[in-house]
């Protein structure tokens, strides 16, 4: 009996040695063919279009490098955040805050007051007090944030692009139907030109319409 399970046991190892043999070439031989086909499907730059489309992968996984978060900053994230010797449902209790908090960041971004409350803190640092559409005297951001206030209030139906003549157009275009609401509220020489009466109004017109 023991014989037999001696016997037994060799036999059995002996099937384990060759299954982990098949197994093992047979993972080298997939190994090789998928490198093979690899090889093969990559195609050989052979002109100048097919360079540009390597460049323009190139240029595009830089740029997705370049707005993603290094190692570095999530560390940095997490070490004001959180505590290392946190226990486990701390640590999500702190995410979930987080994240709510980040929701109501994007929500708020997009509201009235809160594109007034941006353009506010423009006039204040502006040396004149007032943006001059009429000729360049912002960068696009800032007409962003004028096109989506005026969007809000139905006197600007273009794309946020942050064209000046467009925010111009739109911003001249409010100002008039306050003249005609109440005549002379601004001068020839104001239109164009969104200062604090401007940004007051437009405020007031948001108030009274929610």
């Given at each position: 009996?023991?014989?037999?399970?001696?016997?037994?046991?060799?036999?059995?190892?002996?099937?384990?040695?060759?299954?982990?043999?098949?197994?093992?070439?047979?993972?080298?031989?997939?190994?090789?063919?998928?490198?093979?086909?690899?090889?093969?499907?990559?195609?050989?730059?052979?002109?100048?279009?097919?360079?540009?489309?390597?460049?323009?992968?190139?240029?595009?996984?830089?740029?997705?490098?370049?707005?993603?978060?290094?190692?570095?900053?999530?560390?940095?994230?997490?070490?004001?955040?959180?505590?290392?010797?946190?226990?486990?449902?701390?640590?999500?209790?702190?995410?979930?805050?987080?994240?709510?908090?980040?929701?109501?960041?994007?929500?708020?971004?997009?509201?009235?007051?809160?594109?007034?409350?941006?353009?506010?803190?423009?006039?204040?640092?502006?040396?004149?007090?007032?943006?001059?559409?009429?000729?360049i005297d912002d960068d696009s951001s800032t007409y962003i944030i004028m096109q989506k206030i005026l969007k809000d209030i139905q006197y600007y139906s273009g794309a946020l692009s942050g064209d000046r003549i467009d925010t111009n157009k739109a911003?001249?275009?409010?100002?008039?139907?306050?003249?005609?609401?109440?005549?002379?509220?601004?001068?020839?020489?104001?239109?164009?030109?969104?200062?604090?009466?401007?940004?007051?109004?437009?405020?007031?017109?948001?108030?009274?319409?929610?």
């Amino acid at each position: 009996m023991a014989e037999n399970t001696e016997s037994t046991a060799k036999i059995n190892f002996k099937q384990a040695i060759i299954v982990t043999l098949i197994t093992s070439v047979t993972t080298i031989m997939v190994t090789l063919i998928s490198t093979k086909s690899n090889v093969a499907a990559a195609k050989p730059i052979s002109n100048t279009s097919d360079c540009s489309d390597y460049k323009t992968q190139i240029n595009a996984l830089n740029d997705e490098l370049n707005q993603s978060v290094s190692a570095e900053n999530l560390s940095d994230i997490s070490s004001r955040f959180f505590n290392k010797d946190d226990e486990k449902q701390i640590l999500k209790d702190s995410l979930k805050i987080v994240i709510s908090l980040v929701e109501d960041y994007l929500e708020d971004k997009n509201h009235y007051a809160y594109n007034l409350f941006l353009l506010k803190k423009i006039l204040i640092n502006k040396p004149r007090g007032n943006i001059n559409t009429r000729i360049i005297d912002d960068d696009s951001s800032t007409y962003i944030i004028m096109q989506k206030i005026l969007k809000d209030i139905q006197y600007y139906s273009g794309a946020l692009s942050g064209d000046r003549i467009d925010t111009n157009k739109a911003l001249v275009k409010f100002q008039m139907i306050q003249n005609s609401i109440t005549p002379n509220f601004f001068n020839d020489d104001d239109l164009g030109i969104l200062g604090n009466q401007t940004y007051t109004a437009l405020m007031q017109h948001y108030e009274s319409t929610n």
